[in-house]
């Protein structure tokens, strides 16, 4: 699976839009983007996944680039629960695939 | 509710005495996997089923086992703790539709080996 990566810490004021960036540069064309978030020392929780075009959904945005080396997670309106470790993840979709967590992007939302 | 259950929750216990670690899934999953989070280490996989009495060994599997005699249960066997296996350690279990494989994960077990 290709690398990621990601900055380690980011701020976001209540209420506005965090935006998320991930680097995967060498990721290959059957690779999938996918966000991960763990609050606290709570299981990680889904977020949203993409190949080529962005999606949307109730929790998030996902942004791929045109050339797929990069995207952006959004978080349109965050709130203090939003507040969490963050990952991105690219891996094979094949559920004998293991997901490879790195170390993420800390997310602060402050108030 | 889709959802992984984890038991116990917490659990401090001493070297050497053998323990398990339930975790049960009710999505009908065929994978299922158990990781260890360390601080400053992330979250490293221990070991894996792809199926019923299916399992193969994850990145770090020294000291443990698991068994999958049916599909919804998968434990971990820690069958003489050692300290250095105090960790928080999560249950995961992987399905979905073909192109959208989502991994759900357990709510943790924080284990204390003194």
């Known amino acids: 699976d290709a690398k990621t990566t990601q900055p380690p810490s980011m701020d976001c004021a209540e209420g506005r839009a965090a935006n998320l960036p991930c680097n995967h540069s060498?990721?290959?064309?059957?690779?999938?983007v996918y966000w991960y978030r763990q609050i606290h020392s709570q299981g990680p929780q889904y977020i949203i996944h993409g190949l080529k075009n962005n999606e949307t959904n109730e929790m998030a945005s996902l942004i791929i680039t045109e050339d797929r080396k990069s995207s952006t997670l959004i978080l349109p309106h965050a709130t203090l629960r939003d507040t969490a470790v963050y990952y991105c993840?690219?891996?094979?979709?094949?559920?004998?695939?293991?997901?490879?967590f790195g170390p993420g992007t800390r997310l602060s939302v402050l108030p | 509710e889709a959802q992984v259950t984890q038991n116990p929750r917490y659990l401090i216990t001493v070297t050497g005495k053998k323990l398990t670690v339930t975790c049960s899934q009710n999505?009908?999953?065929?994978?299922m996997s158990w990781y260890r989070q360390d601080p400053g280490l992330g979250l490293r996989q221990i070991y894996y089923?792809?199926?019923?009495?299916?399992?193969d060994k994850g990145d770090v599997p020294e000291g443990y086992k698991v068994s999958r005699k049916e599909k919804r249960n998968f434990p971990l066997i820690l069958e003489s703790p050692s300290p250095n296996q105090t960790s928080l350690y999560f249950c995961?279990?992987?399905?979905?539709?073909?192109?959208?494989?989502?991994?759900?994960f357990g709510p943790g077990t924080r284990l204390t080996v003194t």
């Open positions: 060498t990721i290959s064309g059957n690779e999938y």
């Open positions: 089923s792809m199926n019923v009495e299916v399992t």
């Open positions: 995961a279990s992987t399905g979905g539709d073909a192109g959208s494989y989502e991994q759900y």
């Open positions: 999505m009908n999953h065929e994978y």
């Open positions: 993840i690219v891996r094979v979709v094949d559920y004998g695939q293991n997901f490879v």
